[in-house]
């Protein structure tokens, strides 16, 4: 059982503008589904309105202060990151949660979170309305880092970065 946190971001940890992705880098979009596939994700109401479905073969849970809020048949709604965190800690003992947007559930996850696989893209986005927070580094350790040059199905050089809480 562990809470993780995956983002991907530019260099000015930029993650999205007018609630979508900066970039669909290939690699980063595969690493996603294989590390969240058949876990639970939580993510906000921005985030799952812009993918426009549940993700598939995930448990999603859907994060919004409105109390009338309604996902599609087979996600969940919980209106605080804290109760997202109690039920899980008190239901789950196999099955990983990984915190996948937005901003604002980013911020409240960072002081949870075991794990960090962030994905950095190699540039500098113009365009940029929704950041990632910034964090304590002395909080956390590199257990891997991996360098991948741009090609014909990501466009720009990225890193893989997982951190672990020390």
């Known amino acids: 059982m562990s ?12 993650i999205g503008y007018n609630n979508s ?3 669909h880098q290939s690699e ?7 590390l969240t596939l058949n876990n639970y994700v939580l993510m906000g109401s921005k985030t ?3 993918i426009g479905k549940l993700l598939p073969k995930r448990h999603n849970i859907i994060l919004s202060r409105n109390k009338k809020y309604k996902v599609a048949p087979g996600g969940f709604v919980r209106h605080s990151f804290e109760e997202v965190i109690k039920e899980y800690k008190l239901n ?3 099955q990983e949660l990984f915190i996948c947007g937005g901003s604002d559930v980013y911020k409240q996850a960072i002081p949870y979170v075991d794990k960090m696989y962030i994905t950095i893209i190699d540039h500098k986005f113009e365009n940029v309305d929704s950041y990632f927070p910034e964090f304590d580094m002395d909080e956390w350790e590199t ?3 991996e360098k991948h040059p741009a090609d014909e199905n ?3 050089d990225y890193w893989f970065i997982t951190y672990k809480r020390k």
């Open 3 to 14: 809470i993780n946190l995956i983002v991907c971001h530019d260099r000015s940890g930029g």
């Open 154 to 156: 990501n466009e720009y």
């Open 143 to 145: 257990v891997d880092y």
């Open 48 to 50: 799952y309105e812009s």
């Open 21 to 23: 992705l900066l970039s």
């Open 28 to 34: 980063d979009l595969k690493r996603f589904k294989r």
């Open 92 to 94: 789950n003992n196999e």
